[in-house]
């Protein structure tokens, strides 16, 4: 089955800009987490979504919002754009996100360039 | 506050060898642990886990060990091969919230020839 699909995969904004990701899950699967990864920070946590409410928050400012649809797909939108958020940012989905032993996949990510 | 660590930032391992990648974690609340293997500018791929109520989980040529009251947990590579060579993270997360991975920093495994 498709996996994890993330759009765009490549782009670039300028500072003060905005911008919107968008995640399609892995059919059947309701939970959405988005990542950021960076050479200085690693892989971090942004948020999770199940069922169109957010339900798990990381320590990102509020630039960072997301939302999910009633079909599971999501989008994660960054306002004000800054330097530091260049960045991949991925998308990962499961089934339901809560109990241990719920694998989960990951897309191809999002390279944001921040110019 | 890195609670999850992989102090090994490269490994450098000979094709059929074994590969051994550490991890040590701080948070003992953590219940699942899972390895994920990442080539550059693509997303995680999943490996391989574990729950705390195991010490040990196979997956052909992927052994994850977990030594809770050391708060650390390997992963075995047998035998190493060339496409072995990426970037692996561990990851950990707590009950409840299985889709809040905490990640480590990773270790660079170079397998060669």
């Known amino acids: 089955k498709a996996g994890v699909t993330q759009t765009p995969r490549y782009l670039i904004k300028t500072r003060g800009q905005q911008v919107t990701l968008s995640c399609s899950p892995i059919s059947g699967h309701r939970s959405v987490s988005w990542y950021q990864q960076t050479p200085g920070q690693g892989l971090q946590f942004l948020f999770e979504y199940f069922s169109e409410t957010q339900r798990n928050k990381g320590n990102f400012p509020g630039r960072f919002s997301g939302r999910q649809f009633s079909n599971s797909r999501s989008e994660m939108n960054v306002s004000t754009l800054e330097l530091g958020d260049s960045a991949l940012y991925l998308c990962?989905?499961?089934?339901?996100?809560?109990?241990?032993?719920?694998?989960?996949?990951f897309g191809e990510g999002s390279w944001l360039t921040v110019v | 506050d890195q609670q999850v660590k992989q102090n090994s930032p490269s490994l450098s391992v000979q094709e059929g060898r074994i590969s051994i990648l550490n991890c040590d974690y701080t948070?003992?609340?953590?219940?699942?642990f899972l390895w994920y293997k990442k080539y550059p500018a693509e997303g995680p791929t999943f490996l391989i886990s574990i729950s705390s109520i195991k010490d040990k989980n196979e997956d052909g040529r992927f052994t994850v060990f977990l030594n809770k009251s050391a708060k650390h947990l390997s992963l075995h590579i047998v035998p190493s091969q060339p496409g072995d060579s990426a970037v692996y993270f561990c990851a950990a997360s707590l009950t409840g919230t299985a889709s809040k991975l905490t990640f480590g920093t990773g270790t660079r495994l170079q397998v060669t020839l």
């Open positions: 990962a989905s499961s089934v339901t996100g809560r109990s241990s032993g719920n694998t989960i996949y």
């Open positions: 948070n003992s609340m953590f219940d699942y």
